[in-house]
Each structure stands twice: as C-alpha cells, then as structure tokens.
C-alpha cells in the first residue's frame, strides 16, 4: 500500500496536457508553496515565540526589535497566512467551475473541504497568538460565536478551558497551531495529490 | 568539444547555496542583547526636597516629588537641545519650549513631555539605567 502510495506522489511519467497551466492555474501547487513557506518561517518563529499570557507580546515586541531579520520573518508568515487562504479559495472556485468534483472525485473534493476547513481553522489559532487587542478581542468574539452553533458549546469548552487569554486556552491555540493543525493539512495534502494521480490527472476534463 | 560533467559546477553551487543560508540563519539565531548600563549613580541624601538635581553632562535632572523621585531627560522633545532646569520649570533655550517640572509641556513648539528615564533604587543610592 505504501509503495503505491510513493509511486502515485512521484510517477515515473506525467502526462503533458495534465500540465496545461490556463487549466487549472497551478492554484494548488501555489496553495501548497504557500503552506510550506508557513511551515519554515514558523519554524523559525517557534524560536523566540513564548506561549504564556504574560510573556507572549513581549518575546513578539523582542522579536520585531532585537532579532535581525525578525519583523521580516513574521511579516512573511502573516502574508503567507493570508496568501494560502486566498488561493486555497481560487483553487475552490477553480474546481467548481471546471466540474472537477463530480464523479470520479467526489472524494478528492471532501478532502480539499477538510484542507480549506483545517486552514481557516489553523489561521484563526495563529490570530490569539500575539496577545495584542486585536487578539484577545477577536478570540472573545469568535468564541462567542461557536457558542451559537450546534455543540458549540463543547468545542468552546475544548478550545477554551478557563477563558480567552489565560495560560491554559493559549498553550491549546499554540498546540493546535503548530502541531495538530499543520501536521493534519500536511497529511491530507498528500492524500489529495495521491487522489489526484489515482484519478488520472485533471484529464478527462481537458 | 570535450564533455565537461556538471556534477562539480553544481556542487560547487549547492556548497555556495548552504553557506549563505546558513550565514543567514545564524544571523537570526543571534539577537541584540541590550545590556543595561547604569548611566548615573545618586545618594538618597544628595537629592533637595524640593527643585531638582541637575546633571548637565548627563543630560539628567532628578525631581523629587512627596516621595516620588523620577529622573527627566534633559534632551528637549523639540530638536534636542538641552534644556535649562530652573525652580519651577524646564526651558529649552534654543526656541523657548517650556516644561514643568514633572516633564509635561507648558509651552511649545515641542509637542511631546520630556523623556522620563527608568530609575532603580539600589539602598541608599538611586540608579538610572539606560
């Protein structure tokens, strides 16, 4: 099953209509570009980031002011943030317009659901992290909001064990985000690249 | 022609490309520690109960209110002249912006109070660190 799987993610041939770029405009791939470009610099800023309430803005304002390179570092994971969630949803669009979800991948487009919901889900986790205003007060407000939902109330709780901002709801938001959230796109990522091989390309579409 | 191998060229390349980012990433790796200096060392004694204690060369007035001791820069908030500390008022002389003695602006053209400087106290000695 694994050896299918690698075979499938690295094919010895592609076929060179599947490659026409006015198709399908690379919006995955770039999608993908901008997940990885996450995934370094927020490696970096794992460095100097402190996941305590009181010290979080702190080692951000350190960053911004002492670290060469730093203002630059997180600049590049905030505009990538936005960039992969602009392309994800062109990418959406793409394949609606195209029909790509319709038989044989209906399966291929509930897993590109999943990726798009574990991005804005991912995107929101990284917004308490600075423990500014717009933080906290964002954070309150969308907790507020899944409260409304059904079963809101039990992921408020999961999410928000003491209360927006203190240690234990932070150390959740930081979990969430550098782990569970990345490690679960990073999967589901090649499960989709897998599926899309595994359905022969973009083709017969083209 | 002979056929040249590219394997070294792109070596070569690969080396050169490792170097500099990890010249880079050192770079990140290593940031400014300031180190605070103290800038000025004062006897609790020295201070008058009232007025200030004026230290030109410093640029550093220390103001004692009730109990409250700050320390005020003396670098106007202007274009940073250095300002005259009289009984009951800063004035710069170069365009007459006028400061109270806890720093806030009386007169202008300076808009912002004066810089109030971070003083620790250390037994019988107040230390300003920079």
Known sequence: MFKDFLEHIFPRLILEKNLRIRYTFCLGGLAFTAFMLLVLSGLLLLFYYQPCPEKAFESILFLESSVPAGRFIRSLHRLASHALLVLIFLHTLRVILTGAYRKPRELNWVIGFFILFSAVFGAYTGYLLPMDQLAFWGTHTGMELIGTAPFGEIAARFLVPDDVGRPVSLLRFYTLHIAVIPLTIAILCFLHFYRIRHDKGVLPYL | ?130
């Open chain 2, 1 to 130: 022609m002979e056929k040249v191998g590219k394997s070294r060229r792109r070596f070569i390349k690969a080396v050169a490309f490792v170097i500099a980012s990890v010249s880079l990433l050192w770079k990140f790796f290593i940031p400014r520690i300031s180190e605070k200096k103290p800038l000025l060392r004062v006897a609790r004694a020295d201070i008058p109960a009232s007025g200030a204690l004026v230290f030109r060369k410093s640029k550093v007035a220390f103001v004692k209110k009730g109990n409250d001791v700050y320390a005020l820069s003396l670098v106007c908030t202007h274009l940073g002249c250095t300002v005259n500390v009289t009984t009951r008022e800063l004035v710069c002389p170069c365009h007459g912006s006028i400061f109270g003695l806890s720093g806030e602006v009386l007169k202008g053209p300076s808009d912002r109070p004066l810089e109030r400087l971070t003083v620790e106290e250390q037994g019988e000695f107040f230390v300003v660190v920079s």
